[in-house]
């Protein structure tokens, strides 16, 4: 099989990767380019239609997209917080990156993201959702109610985890970036983005459609910076097995909020990726 190396399914979906696989100098600088061309803020959405309009949807609609929002809202609080040790380790190793410091602003660059993520399905569930709480910690409790068990054993506990063993220094970095970039960030994320991209289509909600274009937007680069560190690192081909195999799995986490054909694209996603830059051959991703 053959891949298209500049569609813009590939070279987007990379975060723009395919545009400098080659190339192997100054490559955080690229990252840290397209971060500045996408600056948004979460607080600046208006969701007062998406709050009148919210009672008013079928139920069956509105139980699909709470577990979806209430998804984001726990699993970006996660990401956001797991990633430290991942700048701490990608700081230590001289031998690999030509410029640690340039890339800890990049992981900087990603964290803030995260955290504006959070925010953003923060206000969600508080003004759309009407969860209860009065902070953020409390909203967060109650949006864990409405997500599925598959999503959060991924995000609160394989994540954490394996966040651990990388600070310990008893993982490597390319299993880290295998299970935060190429699964959770590529597969389960990408999942539930086009999900509710593809629900939200009609503009009834339309501060959350706007909210979720900018993440899924930011989520590209995230994946793709962490494609590009995953060349850098030279993962085993049994590392890359164990990805591919927890990826497949991945894709199928959100039960049914996710529809069955876009779990079924989804699931390829990771195998596609890792062929685009080589990391694979072709045939696998078939
Ligand atoms: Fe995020
Ligand atoms: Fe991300």
Known sequence: MSLPLNSNDYGMGLGGLSRMAEGRSFW?????????????NPMAIDLAPDARAWPGLPDERRRRLTTLLAGFRVAEDAVSEELTPFADVMGQDRSMWSDETLLAWVLFLQRRDEDRHTQ???????EVLRLPGATPEERRAAAREHVPPA??????????????ELAAGRAELSEGIGLYHMVLEGIVFDAGQHA???????????????????VELDERWHIGFGLRCLIEARPSPELLEDVLAQAEEAASAWGDAVPAATRERTAHKA??????VHLIHEHVAA
Do not use: C, K, T, Y
């Open 28 to 40: 955080p600088n690229f990252f840290s380019g397209i971060v500045a061309r996408r600056q948004w």
């Open 120 to 126: 953003f399905f923060d206000r969600v569930a508080e």
């Open 151 to 164: 999503v959060l054993e991924l995000f609160e506990v394989r994540l954490p985890a394996l966040a651990a």
């Open 196 to 214: 509710l991209l593809d629900d939200l289509q009609d503009g009834a909600l339309p501060g959350i459609r706007e909210g979720v274009e900018r």
């Open 271 to 276: 195998a596609r990726r890792l062929s685009v």
